[in-house]
């Protein structure tokens, strides 16, 4: 039995339900598993002893073909260990150019003497920009939770070493992507956000903001600088209240709720999706 450690970050839930599942999985196999909210370690609202953990996992979605900042805040929290590390990373596509997402995590990992032997992307659904259809979005949490969850754990059960082949120029023109998103676009987009006069006041964007970028003075909505584009504070809006100005074009103008679309009834109807992710749908293994 291995004692494991899964710290999970979710924007819009999916990296929840993954996380979830994973930890239902691997507790059936015999292993004692407990789940973090990411931000809640970093804020220090939990404290948590690293080194009670055999193995540590990380479950996150991927962000401008990188991780998300606050990520790397709780690895240079983590001490020095030779733990043994699994990612699990959420997306849109599991794609080559995403291949490199986890590079910049491994690396500081290693740092800290981890091994970081299990590295897997999973598909699930599109946050921004990319709007997929709620069938498709159905249908990919169906095939993570009865296929791919069950494999992951099987492979973490046994030890399995899985980790994507490194490209050197793919990793040096996404570290340009990653700066330019995270440390200048993700910040100018924060920064753009305004509420609407739907808002009614009720804070719920403050409570879920991760990095506490949002606040109300005299009432009135203010966003920072701090912004990780996680779109939790848009999609959790019960008024569909912010938006951002200039920046709206990667905004789903209807909303987007993983759990509600998850939970609906499935529709039988025929999906329209390419022959990549049919395939990736139809193999466990991938």
């Not at 339900?17 to 931000?39: D, I, P, S, Y």
């Not at 009865?146 to 992951?152: G, L, N, R, T």
């Not at 990095?211 to 996680?230: P, T, Y």
Request: charged share 25%.
């Amino acid at each position: 039995m291995k004692n494991i450690g899964i710290f999970y970050f979710t924007g819009t839930q999916s990296s929840y339900f993954v996380a979830k599942g994973l930890k239902g999985e691997l507790a059936r196999r015999g292993h004692q598993v407990t789940m973090f909210k990411l931000e809640k370690v970093v804020s220090k609202i939990i404290d948590v002893d690293f080194r009670r953990f055999d193995q540590i996992g990380f479950v996150l979605p991927i962000y401008a073909f990188g991780a998300p900042r606050i990520v790397f805040d709780l690895i240079e929290m983590l001490p020095r260990n030779e733990a043994k590390v699994f990612i699990i990373r959420t997306g849109a596509s599991n794609g080559w150019i995403n291949q490199s997402a986890s590079q910049g995590m491994i690396n500081h990992l290693k740092k800290k003497w981890y091994d970081v032997y299990y590295d897997r992307i999973l598909i699930v659904s599109s946050n921004w920009l990319l709007d997929m259809e709620d069938e498709v979005v159905k249908k990919l949490y169906e095939v993570t939770r009865d296929k791919k969850i069950p494999h992951i754990a099987w492979q973490i059960d046994k030890g399995t070493r899985r980790r994507y082949n490194r490209n050197f120029l793919r990793e040096v023109m996404l570290n340009i992507v990653y700066f330019a998103e995270d440390q200048v676009g993700a910040k100018i987009f924060g920064r753009s956000l305004y509420a609407n006069k739907n808002c009614t006041n009720c804070q719920l964007c403050v409570k879920r903001c991760p990095v506490d970028n949002i606040s109300f003075e005299s009432g009135r909505f203010r966003a920072g600088w701090k912004c990780l584009w996680c779109m939790k504070c848009l999609y959790s809006c019960p008024e569909n209240a912010i938006h951002s100005r200039g920046l709206d074009i990667v905004q789903f103008r209807s909303g987007f709720n993983y759990r509600r679309i998850v939970n609906s009834r499935h529709n039988t109807r025929k999906l329209s999706v390419s022959k990549h992710l049919w395939r990736y749908m139809e193999d466990r293994k991938k």
